[in-house]
């Protein structure tokens, strides 16, 4: 008797595990969502696919049409950039065809996404192992998968959905891939990538660093443009004084030039190419100081502003985050310590603060850098030159996110504050216990 219960207790076991198999044969549903700042325009498409069951679940492969759409962070990267990819499969090619009820937290996906155009290759993408209770003949949940790659090549490079896997862990350890049919699946969303720009390696001299009214100065630029028309301007603070004439570069991108400087309120001289002042095509300004002779019996007095650095400080190195309960899991949210910058050069380059995170590490393994996002502010003490830029709220990851900048501008500079709200996604089964990680801040 005693044999019997227990070849019929194997049995039940048996026809459980097939059902588990059976049921993760195919997962998707629901509608897709942009990653957060995201700044893509794609489409959902659709596809034939062909997914396998487990070969314990009995049932021949399943066709039908997934749904499915990919968004990326950068819709117009650089050569050299990285774009986070997230490909999202709303709509899978079949349902749970079984009356068994699936457990939450089971299915960790995993796919590639195909490139094309400018660039050819595959993404590797996977998903957190996270999914609601899905009842029996029911829809299975939308799932979404996250990866990254390195643009290599300029101009427009498609991404289109490829073959994903389902692996369950219900029971026993499982796989459910599942092929695009006549690849290569539609294109869902398209990045236009431009080439790196050379750093401005223009330069420019003056042969005197004053001289009185009416005096020409002679002004040498290089590394311009060779051939090419360059405006020499006097310079009042940030406005450009009457004090103007162009010249054209050598075959080398050099020129001499004498510039007449009349306007007392001269206070440095700049070369550019093109109509207009652009720091990325010209040089300067060089300081220059127009000499008015003192009348008799008068005193000259002269004050000197000293140029400093670009610099930061924090508030704190620790930030705790509020906890999250075993089995519900969702946002541990807290503060990012205030930061302040300091841009005391006075000169025309701005600054960008930029920040990436480690994985969070604790008793129960690890949490993916990619769940820590970051809603970032900035304000700019008044009276400041520059304008702050808070960064897009999102994903801060172990590739790293801009928290903060300024532009570049004819004189720049100031006092900000930039602060984050911080947000970590903890899986709803993190083993208790204390996570860490280490975010890392860099000031350029």
């Not at 997934?66 to 090619?93: C, F, Q, R």
């Not at 702050?388 to 990851?397: E, K, L, N, Q, W």
């Not at 006092?415 to 996570?435: N, Q, R």
Request: proline share 9%; net charge neutral; with cysteine.
């Amino acid at each position: 008797m005693a044999l019997t219960r227990s070849r019929a207790a194997a049995r039940r076991r048996r026809w459980t595990a097939v059902l588990g198999a059976t049921a993760l044969a195919v997962v998707g549903g629901g509608a897709v969502a942009a990653p957060a700042g995201a700044t893509s325009t794609s489409a959902e498409v659709q596809f034939p696919t062909r997914c396998i069951p487990p070969p314990i679940a009995g049932i021949p492969p399943i066709e039908g049409t997934t749904t499915s759409a990919i968004t990326v962070d950068k819709s117009a990267p650089k050569v050299g950039d990285t774009v986070t990819v997230t490909y999202t499969i709303t709509k899978p090619a079949a349902s749970n065809p079984v009356d068994l009820a699936l457990p939450a937290d089971i299915m960790t996906p995993s796919g590639k996404v195909v490139l094309g155009g400018a660039q050819s290759g595959a993404v590797t993408v996977t998903g957190p192992k996270k999914n609601p209770p899905v009842p029996g003949k029911g829809s299975f949940p939308a799932f979404s998968m996250t990866g990254t790659f390195t643009v290599t090549e300029a101009g427009s490079i498609t991404l289109s959905p490829g073959d994903y896997n389902i692996h369950t862990s219900y029971l026993m350890e499982l796989d459910t891939p599942c092929t695009v049919l006549n690849p290569p699946a539609p294109v869902s969303e398209t990045v236009v990538a431009s080439p790196v720009t050379s750093p401005n390696a223009r330069s420019l001299q003056l042969d005197n660093a004053s001289g009185d009214p009416g005096v020409r100065v002679t002004v040498s630029g290089a590394r311009f443009t060779p051939l090419t028309e360059v405006t020499v301007v006097g310079r009042a603070g940030g406005a450009e004084t009457a004090d103007r004439m162009t010249v054209t570069t050598d075959t080398d991108g050099a020129f001499a030039a004498r510039l007449k400087v009349n306007d007392v309120a001269t206070t440095g001289i700049v070369a550019y190419e093109g109509a207009a002042w652009d720091p990325e095509k010209g040089a300067g300004p060089a300081a220059y100081k127009v000499v008015v002779p003192a009348p008799p019996n008068s005193q000259t007095i002269t004050a000197t502003v000293t140029a400093g650095e670009l610099s930061m400080t924090q508030a704190g190195d620790a930030v705790q985050l509020s906890a999250v309960d075993f089995g519900q899991g969702g946002a541990a949210s807290g503060a990012l310590q205030t930061v302040t910058v300091k841009d005391f050069r006075g000169g025309p380059a701005g600054w960008s603060l930029t920040g990436k995170v480690t994985d969070f590490t604790g008793p129960g393994g690890a949490i993916g850098a990619g769940n820590l996002s970051w809603t970032p502010a900035c304000t700019a003490k008044a009276g400041s030159p520059s304008t702050c830029a808070a960064g897009s709220a999102g994903p801060v990851g172990s590739g790293g996110a801009t928290l903060a900048s300024t532009p570049n501008g004819a004189l720049t500079g100031g006092e900000f504050t930039v602060d984050a709200g911080l947000s970590l996604d903890v899986p709803a089964f993190t083993a208790p216990g204390a996570y860490a990680g280490v975010l890392t801040l860099t000031l350029s």
